[in-house]
């Protein structure tokens, strides 16, 4: 009888959700419906006053709000005066409150307008994500196109900084269009603007590929420092500004060589990237003003593609190293990387996708950290099941992950059968050292 009773169980057990049995489960919150722009480039913020409140976005105007520390979700859309057309970005200040940073559609009619991406849109919310005002802009410089922002905070006085690529005109082959990387912050919570100006030296071309800038991530550092990456052609540049963004170094400082420059081929994928993403430690920890950079490349080759990290101790003067984030053999794809910090423990995490486990292109969600301050990485699969994705469809161009007080929140596109949903996991740290 035991041996029937082993024999219905493991039965049983087939049948169950993978979820179920799952260390991480993985969250669906969206997925591709028709008539509607299928959901990818997804962001996360976890509210640094309540981590039970987490937001999510995907393009081109959605939100995805949990105040139960991500047992249930409201999905919102975003409106605003400016439009709402994608790449989208969530922060949180020390306050709870939450900003959604994305690119311009006044019109309402994307491409076919001259408007369309006409400036950085900036919106906020008081109530955890739920409703959002109709938003403040930065870069209004018609008729240039303002596309790929990003946003930090100051955690001393919720100062918000932001960069992003100007073009001269989106898409231009004229050997004379070009892109720079623009700065501006707000020093009042979202109500007002200031500088919009360049912060590059080197200019790059209006392709939107390996000679575009692009790609720029602000950090702040402990003494309100903001510090800046990007890419353009085979090299990741850093700049710097001691004074809130007011100056900033009169050229641009060489960080890493990027092999093969940032726009990466990987199979399956419509378009795929390396750029940088940047961070420092504010944490009273050992490695309190270590500033990190996070990047893909192919410098082992194009069929092995890898994540790395380096940093630097003396505000970007020098930089290490590059360390391999993937801990694999040779010869896989690791792509698309997106890093954080907890600012409470000083520890590094990073998500990415990764094929290491399949010769095709069967594809994995993986999470690294780091407790050492990037010397050493911890490898860990996250997504429950595999994904095949095909390049006859748009996958987007990034992940994104937040971490605050010992709770770690990736978010990533999956692709089935050419349609992409939307997925983050909740994690603990504890439970990613059992």
Known sequence: MSS?????????SLFLPFSLAAQFPNILLDTAVPGEYPPCEPSIAINLADTDNIVGAAI?????????????????????????????CVISDTKGNFYYFHLADPSGKGRSEEGWLDR??????????????????????????????????????????????????????????????????SKNRNKKW???????????????????TE???????????????????????????????????????VAAVQEEGWALDIPGIFRANGMPVTVCDV?????????????????????????????????????????????DAPNKHQFFSWMTIDQSTGYLYVVFYDRRAYDDIQTDVYLAFSKDGGETF??????????????????GDYTHIAAHNGIICPIWTRMDEGKTSVLPTVIQQKDLEK
Not at 4 to 12: F, V
Not at 230 to 237: E, G, S, V
Not at 379 to 389: G, L, R
């Open 120 to 185: 950085i849109v900036s919106q906020k919310s008081v109530d955890g994500g739920l409703s959002w005002d109709k938003g403040t802009f930065m870069g209004h410089h018609p008729p240039k196109d303002q596309d790929k922002e990003w946003a930090a905070v100051d955690l001393r006085n919720d100062h918000i900084y932001a960069t992003w690529t100007q073009f001269d005109n989106y898409g231009d082959t004229s050997p004379d269009c070009e892109s720079n990387i623009l700065f501006a912050r």
């Open 283 to 327: 944490s009273d920890g050992s490695n309190r003003g270590t500033i990190y950079i996070n990047y893909a490349d192919q410098s082992k080759g194009t069929d092995d593609t890898d994540i790395w990290l380096i940093k630097s101790t003396d505000k970007g003067n020098t930089w290490s190293t590059p360390t391999r984030v993937n801990d």
């Open 4 to 12: 029937i009773l082993r024999a219905i169980q493991l039965c049983l």
């Open 194 to 212: 200031q500088f919009s100006n360049p912060i590059n030296q080197k200019s790059g071309d209006c392709i939107d590929d390996d000679d575009t």
């Open 378 to 395: 911890t490898n860990v699969k996250i997504s429950e099941t595999p994904f095949v994705p095909t390049d006859k469809a748009f996958f």
């Open 60 to 88: 081109l105007d959605k939100a995805y709000v949990t105040k139960d520390g991500g047992k249930n979700w409201e999905t919102v859309r975003l409106t605003s005066p400016y439009g709402v057309f994608g790449d989208p």
């Open 215 to 253: 790609g720029a991530v602000p950090t702040v550092g402990p003494n309100g420092e903001v510090y800046v990456s990007w890419a353009l052609r085979d090299t990741l540049f850093f700049n710097r500004s001691l004074n809130k963004g007011k100056t900033w170094l009169e050229e641009e400082l």
